[in-house]
Each structure stands twice: as structure tokens, then as C-alpha cells.
């Protein structure tokens, strides 16, 4: 399955898809459903491999995803050379058990720190 498809249509999608990665690369922590986290994880994953790479075309790549220019600046500044040693692997997800009003898996996405 190549993507989630979280029942939305393709621009809807995107736009929620765009949010949830702006924000948990904003704060570096997220918690959503299951589905929304394994939907965004490799998103971000490449958002920061963009940042990683530093150049101003991967620049310009990840402002033409990310909704918040500081976003990207703080990716491109603090982020990226945090995970400068790191192969893959920049996001860990904690499950948390399921939502109160309709059982949904809820999951706590963070950036790896060590």
C-alpha cells in the first residue's frame, strides 16, 4: 500500500497531510490516530533527509511542502544537522490506546533525540 488514503479525497488530503507535517515538525511531537502518524512519519522522514542534504534546492523542496517559512528554517538549522549521524530512523511512534469517543488507536509521533 503505497499510501494512506484516510478517507479524503486527493486535495483535502494533502492539505491535512501538509498540516500534520508542519506541526509535528514544529514541535517535534504529535499525537493522532495510528493511521494519520504512519501516513506522515515517512512525510516528515523526508523532510528531514531534504534538511539533511541542506542545499537550497531541498530548500526550496521543503517550502513548497511546508505551510510555516520559520518551520523550515528551524528544520534547515536545528533539526537537520541534529540528525546530520543518523541513516533513516528519525521519528519514533508510542502507541497510546484507543480514543475515548470512538475507539480509533491513538499514537504519540516524536522525533528521535539520541
Known sequence: MPYQKLSRK???????LRGLV???LRTGRIETTAARA???RSLSEKMITLAKRGDLHARR??????????????LFEKIGPKMEGREGGYTRVIQKGPRRGDGAPMVILELVTE
Open 10 to 16: 486527493s486535495g483535502p488530503r494533502r492539505a491535512l
Open 22 to 24: 508542519t506541526s509535528f
Open 38 to 40: 504512519a501516513a506522515i
Open 61 to 74: 523542496q521543503a517550502l513548497a511542502f511546508i505551510l510555516d517559512e520559520d518551520v523550515v528554517t528551524s
